[in-house]
């Protein structure tokens, strides 16, 4: 049987969707947008990488269109996209034209409305803008209290402590599992965790990402491997090193040699860098990174400004080294080891090579820095200027340099072991001695700590040394 259909025009589409919406069980009724109040609605979104901002943008005003509905309408929108919700107010751009606009009479809203209180506000956030607010008569709407927020309610007031108190811990867990989860796929699974390849690798293909999920959208794991172009330029780094020469040399003959420096070779990723020449910090930072053993390292570089060090780096004891190689070694694990202990010795006049037992070992307990080699007087010392150099003149606050005779702190540290199996060591085994055993010997000008290093706590088999 056929059946007779007559063109009904357009827009019969969207008047069938009007009407099946009105009949909904969740819809407002028509009257439901009537009402005096006129709302600026702010949302935020941390990312894009990973966060739609028109998704985030679309629920979070859904939300906040529920909590007016019946009081009023938006007309205005103020939408922050890669924003931490630890930033105040002021440093977001949306959030801060939002704050510049309450003190325009003419700006068009009576109240601010949000879609969720952890997508606005951190900690006290809330509380410390309250005042301003309150100053130009804006309400604050949040879902949470169910409307307009009471500062004077007691209720109010505690459930906006709780709401900081939630958005900050939300923030702590998610870190918290982040990191645990990253330092797992680094240390145990060897996995490649992001960022760009070391000077000397390159990325290559490591199969389908072992998440199902995001294996069926294509996604796949990489590892590194050596890049023939560089690789051979890591490896006699290393050699040279080993050879005795110093990292400042190093630099020099690479620079002589017309080798291309890591910026130079990937300048995509390096257009902060010149890219003309190499520094002694660029081949100090390929001779300490154990990732050239063929082990996956994580969490080397600080990514908070609250962690950073003196050059953005994290402690040893806080990355995530494999513990297993997870892609081709570029030097063997006693060379890498045995490299890290070099110091290079440097000629004088005539030739010779003064030594130095006790270099990288002594620390000043005034300053906290490592004394420096001094040769004086014909013979070898240690010397701490707390930061002083005849580049400028020295701060009258500046503590007088600390000086320590080689021969003289030898002799204090064989009196302090005495005559057991550290005492029959000869002056180069006790120093190797310590070496092995991680100490370091923190000294002022009246006594020496052996210590552990980074915990600057005293050793238990050697808590004094006395001048």
Request: glycine share 10%; charged share 20%.
């Amino acid at each position: 049987m056929m059946v007779a259909r007559t063109h009904l025009g357009p827009g019969v589409f969207d008047l069938w969707i009007e009407r099946k919406i009105s009949g909904s069980a969740n819809s407002y009724p028509a009257d439901a947008m009537s009402g005096s109040l006129r709302f600026a609605f702010y949302g935020r979104t941390s990312t894009t990488d990973f966060q739609d901002r028109w998704s985030s943008c679309g629920w979070q005003r859904e939300v906040a269109e529920t909590v007016v509905a019946g009081r009023g309408v938006i007309v205005a929108e103020f939408f922050d996209v890669g924003c931490s919700r630890r930033l105040p107010w002021t440093e977001r751009p949306q959030a801060a034209a939002l704050l510049a606009a309450l003190a325009d009479p003419d700006r068009g809203f009576d109240a601010i409305v949000v879609g969720e209180y952890e997508r606005a506000f951190s900690g006290d956030q809330f509380m410390s803008l309250l005042p301003l607010l309150e100053l130009y008569g804006v309400q604050m709407w949040l879902p949470e209290a169910g409307g307009p927020v009471d500062a004077g309610s007691p209720v109010h007031q505690a459930l906006m402590l709780l709401l900081g108190g939630q958005s900050q811990r939300e923030v702590l867990r998610s870190r918290h599992r982040v990191l645990a989860a990253m330092r797992n796929q680094a240390a145990d699974q060897g996995r490649y965790l992001g960022g760009r390849p070391p000077y000397g690798y390159r990325l290559v293909d490591a199969g389908p990402h072992p998440n199902r999920a995001h294996a069926q959208w294509g996604r796949r794991l990489h590892r590194l491997d050596p890049d023939p172009a560089t690789a051979p330029h890591v490896r006699w780094i290393f050699a040279q090193r080993l050879a005795g020469v110093s990292v400042a040399g190093i630099a020099r003959m690479l620079n002589e040699r017309g080798i291309p420096c890591p910026s130079g070779v990937d300048r995509e990723r390096n257009p902060h860098r010149s890219g003309q020449a190499w520094t002694l910090r660029t081949v100090a930072a390929i001779l300490s990174n154990p990732r050239y053993t063929g082990r996956q390292v994580w969490n080397r570089q600080s990514t908070s400004a609250a962690d950073l060090t003196a050059r953005g780096w994290n402690a040893p004891q806080e990355w995530a080294i494999s513990t297993k190689a997870t892609h081709p070694a570029l030097i063997s694990d006693d060379d890498f080891v045995a490299a890290q202990a070099i110091r290079a010795a440097r000629p004088t006049r005539d030739g010779s090579t003064r030594a130095y037992l006790f270099t990288g070992l002594l620390r000043c307990g005034l300053c906290g820095r490592r004394m420096d080699s001094h040769w004086v007087n014909g013979r070898p010392g240690y010397r701490c200027r707390h930061g002083h150099t005849s580049a400028r003149p020295r701060d009258t606050a500046c503590p007088k340099s600390l000086y320590l005779r080689e021969d003289r702190l030898l002799a204090e540290l064989v009196a302090h072991f005495g005559a057991g199996e550290q005492g029959g060591r000869g002056p180069e085994e006790l120093t190797a001695l310590l070496r092995a055993n991680g100490v370091i010997i923190v000294c002022d000008a009246e006594r020496r700590v052996v210590t552990r290093p980074n915990t600057r706590k005293p050793a238990p088999e050697s808590e004094l040394l006395m001048g």
